[in-house]
């Protein structure tokens, strides 16, 4: 078991910079999700770590080893691919076996590790099947057991679930975290969904364009998202966010939000943050949070969806749409107005020109 | 009964050719397929039954009556008896059996090098590739000259041999009883190598890159992970590459028959240049036709071989 630290980690590929200077901690026994959507450079940064690509400059230190020049078959990491890479050609038992076995342990020894690992994994009966013909979580099963016989400190997963189906994925999620929970490995888990970084990870390490945004706790990152990118891509519909203006009332702080009219005054904290800002604001709010109100914003109803249980519904539109999400149906419909307003304390606000959240305190 | 076959066909495409029962099927299938059958059958069966005709009698194009009166010479299976006995048979299938057992591993193995090189990038590889595969667009008859020209004894062979050794080289390449086997072998494992390399190739890059990586981060070193990754998983191509080129390399003729015609006295005579001796120099068409025969037996039971093999190595993990 070891801690990861990624100290200023560029990756460019010819002109292409995949990574820009990246830092990270990762500790011991971590579940670390790297979220973000694709060409992010999450997968760059996992396989320098897995030591498939040499970073450009930057060091990556597992505990207090530099990992500069090991080569990946050295490096203790155990690697989920996204497609499991099981051999298929072998039987689930030699599968198992084969780190070891490559390694040059003795036949006694290799026969109790696996079956050690089997056992410890619900794959006893099926050693001696060939692995081709295998359901996508017995395959899961066989790549994190194929690797966790090898006892590495760090396992790394790439993407694993994204080929299974929605409804297995919820099977496979629980799976995986028990899983974790047993090794108490280290575990650097790359996604772009973020209901699996949300559910797994114990905190998530949300990456666009090469730019690590923000790193926290699942509730961290959907409750105070660092910046307007993380607040959008974070939650299922995203943030909302209106442009404004701050401007002094009676009532205190509030945003003028232009045709839309101006927000209930911000609490105390944040309208004495906001005050140190100069130029436009973006207004955020989740739908989730989004409550119908006597007063509030008064918006047009464009579009209704039914979830199931959940109905989103689309307001105003352009610049200024804002969804909500209602956990019961609501008596709205297309083209009547709904007067929203989001609690005062989960409002959250964002300086226009830098996309940086503004925050109290 | 009826309402289910009706949802069924106007569900499906072309429903209205559909037939009602899978065994009307099957009988229409044949008829429609009948006439394509029957001139496959002739085309493969014909020749063989007609050579296993011949085999068994004295006829000859010069025996006056056609081929289907043979029988009228029918030698009480003598053809077969006498090649039991004929050492020029026995030694011709030693030769080619020698000649295979040479060309076969060594474009096997060239072609196996080849293609683990030309699997990953490098500079020029394009080119390379193109240069690579010219050996085998070459008329085999053209081959045969080339070589015939490369190896005469003041051929550029020699030329280079002697740059190397310092001191004018003077081999007898063609006419050394020797020599004269080893030349043919050079041209043929440089006009087959490239097949070798080709279908090897088309392998390699089919072995998932992956399974390669995952094999690396369990720490298997390159050897290893070509033994126990590579090698597994191009099992099935290996064996059709193998048995192509022992099948092919079994019936070796022009190449080596412009090189030498089978010479000097019967140094590279293989099975196939005896054969065309008998027939069209002997003009014995009985014998001929028996020894094709045997040929042909020997030949498939490498083919059924191989194909058993592969169908065992798609079953059974390694």
Redesign the interface.
């Known amino acids: 078991m070891s801690a990861i630290h990624l100290q200023n980690l560029v990756k460019k590929f010819g002109d292409f910079t995949a990574l820009k200077t990246m830092d990270l901690e990762i500790a011991d026994s971590e579940f670390m999700a790297l979220l973000g959507p694709s060409g992010c450079g999450k997968s760059t940064t996992m396989n320098m770590i897995a030591g498939m690509e040499e970073p450009t400059s930057g060091k990556i230190l597992f505990g207090e080893r530099d990992m500069a020049g090991v080569p990946m078959g050295r490096r203790g990491v155990g690697f989920v691919f996204q497609n499991y890479a099981i051999f298929t050609h072998m039987t689930v038992r030699q599968n198992l076996a084969y780190g070891p076995r490559m390694r040059g342990a003795a036949k006694a020894e290799i026969d109790r590790r696996v079956g050690a690992i089997a056992e410890m994994l619900q794959l006893s009966p099926l050693l001696g099947h060939k692995a081709d013909r295998l359901s996508v979580n017995i395959l899961q099963r066989v790549a994190i057991g194929r690797s966790a016989i090898m006892e590495p400190a760090i396992f790394l997963l790439d993407e694993p679930l994204s080929n299974v189906d929605a409804a297995f994925r919820a099977v496979m999620r629980t799976e995986l975290k028990q899983l974790q929970r047993q090794f108490r490995q280290t575990m650097v888990y790359v996604t772009h969904d973020q209901l699996e970084a949300m559910t797994m990870a114990d905190r998530i390490a949300v990456m666009d364009h090469g730019v690590l945004q923000q790193v926290g706790t699942p509730l961290e990152v959907y409750n105070n998202p660092a910046n307007v990118f993380v607040a959008r891509f974070i939650g299922a519909p995203g943030m909302n966010l209106l442009k404004g203006r701050p401007a002094e009332s009676d009532r205190g702080l509030v945003i003028d939000l232009g045709p839309l009219g101006v927000t209930p005054p911000l609490p105390d904290e944040l309208a004495t943050a906001l005050r140190t800002v100069r130029g436009d604001v973006l207004y955020g709010f989740r739908p989730e949070q989004v409550t119908l109100a006597e007063r509030g914003l008064s918006m047009p109803v464009s579009f209704v969806e039914r979830i199931g249980a959940r109905t989103i519904v689309h307001l105003g539109e352009g610049e200024g749409a804002v969804k909500a999400v209602f956990e019961n149906g609501v008596g709205l419909s297309v083209g009547q107005a709904a007067v929203v307003a989001p609690p005062a304390s989960s409002v959250r606000v964002f300086d226009a020109a830098t996309g940086l959240a503004v925050r109290a305190g | 009964m009826s309402a289910v076959t009706a949802t069924i066909s106007e569900d499906e495409m072309g429903a209205r050719t559909k037939p009602a029962t899978p065994d009307e099927g099957a009988r229409l299938g044949f008829r429609l397929t009948l006439p394509a059958q029957i001139l496959v059958l002739f085309i493969s069966a014909f020749p063989l039954l007609m050579q296993l005709y011949i085999s068994v009698t004295d006829w000859s194009p010069l025996s006056g009556i056609g081929w289907w009166n043979a029988w009228e010479m029918w030698n009480s299976f003598a053809n077969y008896t006498d090649l039991a006995a004929d050492t020029r048979f026995w030694s011709a299938l030693q030769r080619t059996a020698i000649v295979m057992l040479v060309c076969v591993p060594a474009e096997f193995l060239l072609g196996l090098a080849l293609a683990t090189l030309f699997a990953d990038d490098f500079p020029g590889k394009r080119i390379f590739y193109s240069i690579l595969l010219m050996p085998m667009m070459v008329v085999p008859a053209v081959a045969g000259y080339m070589f015939f020209m490369l190896f005469q004894s003041g051929g550029p062979v020699n030329d280079i041999l002697s740059r190397i050794v310092g001191t004018p080289v003077t081999i007898a390449w063609l006419s050394d009883p020797n020599l004269a086997l080893i030349a043919v072998m050079v041209a043929d494992i440089w006009q087959w190598t490239p097949l070798m390399f080709l279908i090897l190739l088309a392998g390699l890059v089919g072995v ?1 890159e ?2 390669m ?9 390159a050897w ?1 992970r070509f033994t ?2 590579v090698l ?2 191009m ?1 099935t191509i290996i064996i059709i590459a193998l048995a192509i080129r022992v099948i092919e390399n079994f019936k070796i003729f022009d190449t080596l028959y412009i090189m030498t015609g089978g010479g000097p006295g019967v140094a590279t005579e293989t099975i196939s240049v005896y054969i065309y001796k008998v027939t069209t120099q002997d003009l014995i068409w009985g014998y001929g036709a028996a020894i094709a025969l045997a040929i042909l037996i020997v030949l498939s039971i490498v083919a059924v071989y191989a194909m058993k093999r592969m169908a065992k190595a798609r079953e059974v ?2």
Do not use: H, Y
């Open positions: 998932p992956d399974q990586k995952a094999a690396t981060l369990l720490g298997a070193d290893q126990t990754i597994p998983k099992k993990p390694a």
